[in-house]
């Protein structure tokens, strides 16, 4: 089975940083995703891991740590539009190597 | 980029009816499609994965009678709810594999239909 828990919610302020967790327990492992979605649209993506360590996308990075089962999402310099919800998925390596997504985060930013 | 749209992006209907949801991959050839449903202030729960010509497979819980798939070409899969009741009223999201799979992130997603059951 699968079991990939965040947060249930978060608040930062516009310029802040804020690190969103996500842990997960997972049969089989081909990747990490971090998706964003603003309400009533479907997600984007934001990022993807397979190998330890840090990817860095401009105000957006992620973290991934296989054997600990854990990953981060890090926003930096926070704007308004950021509010949204952010979902860490994990890929299958078997079969259909489906996405299965975490319980997702809210994330406000307030000015 | 890789595009996926979706039909209707809302529809409204009575209970007891069956409503068909096309999900289509604009510029490139998907074998491999999921279905996805999210209720309010949740996250997305596969419900099922659809290979081009073959039947589909179901999540654990997701009645296949109920939510009838059908992935009839590399380019398009259908999601008809059968007898829909009010607690499938639901967003539902559909995404696309590439045929050429590889790569970080090949799975792309329509942007959503909002099923509504009076």
């Known amino acids: 089975g699968q079991n990939i828990d965040q947060p249930t919610e978060m608040t930062a302020t516009e310029g802040a940083i804020v690190q969103i967790n996500c842990t997960y327990q997972t049969s089989g492992f081909n990747g990490l995703f971090w998706y964003q979605q603003h309400a009533g649209e479907a997600p984007t993506f934001l990022s993807y891991?397979?190998?330890?360590g840090l990817e860095e996308k401009g105000r957006f990075s992620s973290f991934l740590s296989r054997s600990k089962g854990y990953s981060y999402l890090l926003l930096k310099e926070l704007q308004m539009k950021d509010s949204a919800s952010y979902l860490c998925a994990v890929r299958s390596n078997t079969g259909f190597q489906k996405l299965v997504f975490g319980t997702g985060t809210r994330l406000l930013v307030s000015p | 980029g890789a595009v996926v749209s979706q039909h209707p992006s809302w529809v409204i209907c009575k209970s007891g009816t069956s409503v068909k949801i096309e999900c289509r991959s604009l510029d490139f050839q998907a074998t491999t499609m999921f279905w996805y449903r999210q209720f309010p202030k949740q996250s997305l729960m596969l419900m099922a994965t659809s290979n081009e010509g073959s039947k589909a497979t179901y999540e654990q819980g997701v009645e296949k009678d109920k939510f009838l798939i059908n992935h009839a070409s590399l380019t398009l899969s259908t999601l008809t709810v059968t007898s829909a009741h009010p607690e499938d009223s639901s967003f539902y999201i559909c995404?696309?594999?590439?045929?050429?799979?590889?790569?970080?992130?090949?799975?792309?997603f329509g942007p959503g239909t909002r099923l509504t059951v009076l």
């Open positions: 891991n397979v190998l330890d």
């Open positions: 995404s696309a594999r590439s045929q050429l799979a590889g790569g970080s992130h090949e799975q792309f």
